[in-house]
């Protein structure tokens, strides 16, 4: 395999040189040294700018760098735009940074009567959740699959673009082809894959990756209903799909015991649904899980999308169902109501 700098160099920083490399070639000037490379930046930056406004007809100027004000990448174009970017690679924004980006650029651009283009770069993988709270904080994304499109477009002969754009195709090939591997040899990239799926094809509340001591794992919460003061939802926790409840903060062992024995006693033997291997005591707690044979596949199994989904939607309206029949702790003259 040829080697590639960027499956060695795989923070952001060296992504964020990237990206600065580029818009830097964007400038006409640099046209001499590599035509069809800057041919590509030009398409690169007029990629971004049409994400928030409209593009200018010639690109005359761009000056680009790194690390202005804590905004990792920025670009000027012709003195009228100012581009700002924000590039994720496994990591997601937090503590409300782009809104106080965006409040950057939006002076400096009020000072020298520029337009302003925030942009959101995610290289990883993340929840459509997660992605619309960033463009509620003003910022466009543009995500690999389309950065991909962009950089594909052009026959570039650049060692550093075609390991950017290799890297960048091989991240996207390992989480799109769990649709043509066995069950068992799903790794982490895999279960990604599959809830980027899952969530195009129904509602799921959100996924993200679990720390815990033995390393973690992937989850995705397909939904959450309101019962008697306490929250039971599903999950799948990368195998197992688990019933659990939570925020419980109160009587732990009691709430779990109820809601264990409500799902046991109503469950039917073909769900497959059973009693966790070990009781847990936290806030959020499991008391039922169907393994991952019963309701995904078998382990030498090609995963049927369909039937997966089919199953799933059944489970939700048994938990529903058992939800709304059961009586509330307080006793029959207590309201229970469930929700998706």
């Known amino acids: 395999m040829k080697p590639n700098l960027f499956s060695l160099a795989t923070k952001e920083l060296s992504q964020d040189a990237f990206i600065a490399w580029l818009l830097q070639w964007a400038d006409p000037r640099c046209c001499e040294f590599n035509e ?3 041919v590509a930046a030009e398409s690169f930056i007029r990629e971004l700018i049409s994400l928030q406004g409209d593009v200018p007809k010639t690109i005359d100027k761009v000056e680009a760098g790194r690390q202005w004000e804590n905004i990792d990448v920025w670009a000027e174009v012709n003195n009228t735009h100012l581009v700002i970017i924000e590039d994720k690679v496994g990591t997601g924004q937090h503590s409300d940074q782009l809104s106080r980006y965006r409040a950057i650029g ?16 995610k290289t990883y993988s993340d929840s459509a959740l997660n992605l619309k709270d960033v463009e509620r ?8 699959k389309r950065l991909l499109e962009v950089l594909n477009a052009h026959n570039v002969q650049s060692d550093i673009y075609i390991d950017f754009r290799d890297r960048l195709d091989q991240l996207e090939r390992l989480e799109t082809s769990f649709d043509q591997k066995k069950i068992s040899a799903w ?16 509602p799921v509340v959100n996924w993200g990756f679990v ?22 939802y599903m999950q799948i926790e990368q195998g197992n799909l688990c019933f659990k409840v939570g925020e419980v903060f109160d009587s732990r062992r009691d709430v779990r015991e109820r809601f264990h024995n409500l799902l046991m006693s109503a469950a039917q033997p073909e769900m497959g649904v059973q009693r966790p291997s070990r009781f ?3 806030t959020y707690m499991t008391v039922a899980v169907v393994p991952r044979q019963v309701w995904l596949g078998e382990d030498d199994q090609i995963i049927d999308f369909d039937a997966v989904l089919t199953r799933l939607a059944r489970y939700e309206l048994w938990l529903k169902e058992v939800i709304e029949k059961a009586e509330p702790v307080g006793g029959a003259n207590s309201p229970a109501v469930a929700v998706l």
């Open 36 to 38: 069809e490379l800057h």
């Open 106 to 121: 939006e002076k400096w651009c009020q000072e020298r009567r520029c337009k302003l283009v925030c942009v959101y770069i």
């Open 137 to 144: 904080q003003g910022f466009a994304v543009l995500n690999r």
């Open 187 to 202: 790794d982490g990239n895999d279960w990604k894959g599959f809830y980027q799926a899952l969530e195009q094809r129904r």
């Open 211 to 232: 720390n815990n001591p033995a390393g973690g794992f992937w989850n995705l919460v397909l939904n959450r209903f309101d019962h008697d003061g306490v929250c039971p």
């Open 280 to 282: 847990g005591n936290g």
